[in-house]
């Protein structure tokens, strides 16, 4: 298990093991007006979304929203009854298998197999040739620290260490287009950020990515756009700093440092919809500020102290998330 110093360290000089993996053919996805039922159930309703390449492009929704239908066509495992998937421009078709990566969220190895075996295995299938596919496999595995367990069955590994395992065999055919869902679930914040840092990388490469994952501290951190779906539908596209700005209450925190905590407060009591309280450090004071201007605010501070921080307090993606379920769901 990495220490904390030490996790720092190899996250700042993260690198693609394979240093061949550098795609040119950057590729976007267009949806247009899908449309999926199953047995009177409407799993996706007119949807359109538009992935741009080299993106990290964020999937999300509540369960049943219809995220698992949409990755099945996107996999070609079922077809829409009306719309179409267009890859850069050409309509979804057999050809598109092998530039997909599909890490989903059952897993599904081998238990009896020995880890490395059954990796060069699933790299052939892929096409990979056996000498090639062991050279990318050993590196990556040295990457995410689990070349000891070549040679042990896959049933002997921890749940984090076969999701390793896992992400490896989606990755190790160099697909211009990744699928991942949930691909954070079971991992410790220290593996899961080497897993994010694995990402970024591959995006970074010329790689365009869709993450489905309700985790929405992880799309803050690593997707650049998303689509909300619920029920079906979509209701909320963009990219994820803009609909951040969409959303803001227009909160702000200011902090800041007078020993003498009455003269604060005194200029606080003149305002309305405003929260006072004092931080953990001596003499520094955070105040709230609902929806009011914070310009007259600040002069007066700086009469009386200095200002050690400012800043605008936007809501999160999962706050935005819940309001706009929320919202649809009350209108429906």
């Not at 914040?189 to 990388?201: C, D, G, S, W």
């Amino acid at each position: 298990m990495l220490n904390e110093s030490e996790a720092q360290r190899r996250f700042a000089s993260f690198r693609i093991p394979h240093s061949a993996f550098l795609i040119t053919n950057m590729t976007k996805i267009s949806v247009n007006e899908v449309t999926k039922k199953y047995d009177g159930h409407t799993a996706l309703d007119h949807m359109c979304i538009d992935i741009p390449a080299q993106c990290i492009y964020g999937l999300l929704g509540p369960n049943g929203a219809g995220k698992t239908t949409l990755i099945r066509i996107l996999n070609q495992i079922t077809a829409p009854d009306s719309g179409e998937v267009l890859i850069n421009g050409e309509k979804l078709n057999q050809s598109h298998i092998a530039r997909i990566g599909y890490l989903p969220e059952e897993r599904g190895l081998y238990k009896k197999m020995k880890v490395g075996e059954q990796a060069i295995y699933l790299a052939e299938l892929k096409g990979i040739k056996k000498a090639e596919a062991q050279k990318r496999l050993k590196a990556w595995f040295d990457k995410f620290e689990i070349g000891g367990w070549w040679d042990k069955k896959v049933e002997e590994l921890s749940k984090g260490m076969q999701q390793k395992v896992q992400f490896i065999t989606t990755v190790i055919h160099e697909p211009e287009i990744l699928i991942f869902d949930e691909p954070f679930s079971g991992f410790d914040p220290i593996n899961a950020n080497l897993l994010k840092e694995a990402i970024l990388e591959l995006r970074d490469n010329g790689a365009t990515i869709l993450l489905s994952t309700h985790n929405m501290a992880s799309v803050e951190e690593l997707c650049d756009s998303i689509t909300l779906i619920n029920k079906g539908k979509s209701i909320l596209q963009g990219k994820v700093g803009d609909i951040k700005r969409q959303h803001d209450t227009h909160q702000r925190e200011i902090v800041v440092r007078c020993d003498d905590f009455g003269k604060v407060m005194a200029i606080a009591d003149t305002y309305n919809n405003i929260k006072v309280e004092p931080t953990d450090q001596p003499g520094e004071t955070k105040i709230t500020l609902f929806s009011a201007s914070p310009n007259e605010l600040l002069n007066q501070l700086l009469q009386v102290g200095q200002l050690v921080s400012y800043k605008e307090l936007l809501p999160s993606m999962n706050d935005i998330f819940i309001q706009e379920v929320q919202s649809q769901n009350q209108a429906s």
